[in-house]
């Protein structure tokens, strides 16, 4: 769900993403090692979670088909105490991060609650390969549906296998896995005791142009001028790209991998796409403390961009936006921006495990086009981006999967018949979100009951209440998190 530089970084700067994960990923395991040299307690060697796993069906929903593959899962058994709760996180459009395991909110729960910890990944991600290849065939297994039954044939085999049947289970996930958290619960409530569905997408719809207009009026909490200037930015550039005499300027100026080159309204969608993604992603994950999960935390918030963007002494408001493009490529070590669709094409297409695709984004792709939609779109006349309209999104449906948009409007319908949309009728999920954060909008940001709460937080981004708390934290981030441990006290009493 990464609309920018991290999509730049996942489709076309792969090889410097992996050598940045693979930096981050080293540094945490020293990190680890650090922690067990002065802590003789940690009870894992090394400090590393082993990946477990999990014999799985391909397809639950055909009893005919006996075919099967191993689900990687992590667990922590160190806070846990006979007859205390079960806690499930749930994995997601991407690799399983056992820093979780360790980290986050739901540990210090689990401290206080006395709960078994287990991670699942979700199926076709990470190290999860249910098929042999990443195939439109293949694909056909990758749903939400598949994976609630993954989570819940999980559940009901490790209870049996570990004595816990009669243990009372929680989910938890943020993000999509957030709505899958809350959908849990909704379509296995005889499995699931209670959830924490953080920054729950709960609502499909094919076009989410509301997902700018959050990040409007994020930029505008701000300074109010922000947004404004944005929009003369993008409306200077877009003016400069009618003009090919213009594009080395603008080359140099976004510091492009190779002279820019704008043959259809595809390739001048995806340049300003991933422009705009820029500020998406900095709106999305405002000041997240995210570094545990090997997330380089690059200081780069709202307050940073807005600033850029009201300093004259950086030239024009062009020249202001072409400056936050270079420093997003400098904090993330990146030499230059590719914007070539066309090699984006091509590792969108690539079907192997090993290739492009191993960080997920294929299958992403492929579940917004044939369950979710979800698409961020300049549609809306109240947000500064131009460029990349809905059609820009079917193509790719289309072009990737054969997916028409007739198909896919069905699908999304479908999808909200299916689980219910914002009309939830369940009991024990908790919803929190963040105001800041633009996925709030297809949240559940009001009390549907009581218990079916709502905790809207006032100036956080995507999923804030999950990570591990620190000083600087807002108050009512911390109210927020007090009050979800509340309500699980109350819920696993019942
Ligand atoms: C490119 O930038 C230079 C320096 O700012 C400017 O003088 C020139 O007019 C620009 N060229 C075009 C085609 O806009
Ligand atoms: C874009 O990428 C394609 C495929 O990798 C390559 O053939 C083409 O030369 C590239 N175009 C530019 C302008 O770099
Ligand atoms: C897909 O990626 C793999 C690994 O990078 C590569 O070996 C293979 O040639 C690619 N396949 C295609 C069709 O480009
Ligand atoms: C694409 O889908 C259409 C409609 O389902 C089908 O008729 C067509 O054969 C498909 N094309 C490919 C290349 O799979
Ligand atoms: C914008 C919005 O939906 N705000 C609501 C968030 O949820 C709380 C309840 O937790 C409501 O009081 C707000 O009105």
């Known amino acids: 769900m990464h609309a920018g530089i991290l999509k730049s970084l996942l489709a076309k700067q792969t090889i410097f993403l992996l050598l940045w994960l693979f930096a981050a990923g080293e540094k945490r395991l020293k990190g680890f090692q650090r922690f067990e040299e002065e802590d003789n307690s940690a009870r894992h060697l090394g400090g590393v979670f082993e990946d477990q796993w999990f014999i799985q069906k391909l397809d639950h929903f055909n009893g005919a088909d006996d075919r099967e593959w191993k689900q990687r899962y992590f667990v922590n058994e160190d806070f846990y105490r006979p007859g205390g709760p079960v806690f499930l996180m749930i994995g997601g459009e991407g690799t399983a991060n056992p820093a979780w395991m360790r980290y986050g909110t739901w540990i210090t729960y689990a401290e206080k609650l006395g709960a ?16 042999p290849d990443l195939s439109k065939e293949s694909l056909q297994f990758l749903s939400s549906r598949q994976a609630l039954a993954d989570l819940a044939h999980f559940r009901t085999a490790m209870a049996e296998a570990r004595g816990l049947t009669s243990s009372k289970w929680v989910a938890f996930g943020g993000s999509y896995p957030g709505a899958l958290a809350a959908w849990f619960r909704l379509k296995y409530p005889h499995l699931v005791h209670a959830s924490v569905a953080s920054s729950a997408p709960v609502f499909a ?3 989410f142009p509301e997902y700018l207009e959050v990040v409007r009026s994020s930029l505008a909490s701000e300074d109010p001028q922000c947004p404004l200037l944005v929009k003369q930015a993008s409306d200077a550039l877009v003016e400069l790209l009618k003009n090919p005499k213009t ?20 390739d001048l969608s995806y340049f300003l796409e991933m422009l705009a993604g820029n500020f998406m992603d900095v709106v999305q994950y405002n000041e997240d403390n995210r570094e545990f999960e090997g997330v380089k935390d690059t200081g780069i918030t709202i307050q940073v961009l807005c600033g850029m963007m ?25 030499e ?18 090993e290739g492009p695709s191993s960080m997920g984004e294929r299958q992403w792709l492929y579940q917004t086009c044939s369950e979710f939609g979800f698409y961020q779109t300049t549609d809306s006349p109240n947000q500064p981006f131009s460029g990349f309209p809905l059609q ?19 699908t999304v319908e479908e999808t909200n018949e299916y689980y219910s949309g914002y009309d939830i009728h369940s009991t024990r999920i908790v919803f929190p979100n963040g105001s800041i954060d633009p996925w709030h909008a297809l949240g559940i940001t009001m009390d549907i009951t009581p218990n079916l709460p709502a905790v809207f937080i006032k100036g956080t981004a995507h999923c804030a209440d999950m990570y591990p708390a620190r000083s600087q934290d807002l108050p009512q981030l911390t109210l927020a998190r007090e009050r ?3 309500l699980l006290q109350q819920w696993l009493k019942q």
């Not at 991670?119 to 249910?130: A, C, D, I, N, Q």
């Not at 820009?392 to 069905?410: G, P, R």
Request: aromatic letters at 16%.
């Open 484 to 486: 979800i441990f509340t």
């Open 247 to 266: 594009y080395d300027n603008i080359t140099q100026d976004f510091r492009l991998c190779s002279k820019l080159q704008i043959q259809t309204d595809v």
């Open 116 to 131: 078994l910890c287990f991670m699942l990944e979700h199926r076709f991600y990470g190290k999860s390969h249910p098929t």
């Open 336 to 353: 230059c921006l590719n914007v070539n669709f066309s090699s984006f094409q091509r590792d969108t297409a690539n079907t192997s495990w």
């Open 392 to 410: 820009y999104f079917l193509t790719q449906c289309a072009e990737f999967f054969n997916i028409s948009a007739e198909l896919l409007d069905e």
């Open 310 to 334: 009201a300093d004259p002494s950086l030239g024009d408001p062009y020249a202001r936006y072409a400056a936050v493009a270079r420093l997003m490529l400098e904090a993330f070590s990146i």
């Open 205 to 207: 719809t094919v076009d």
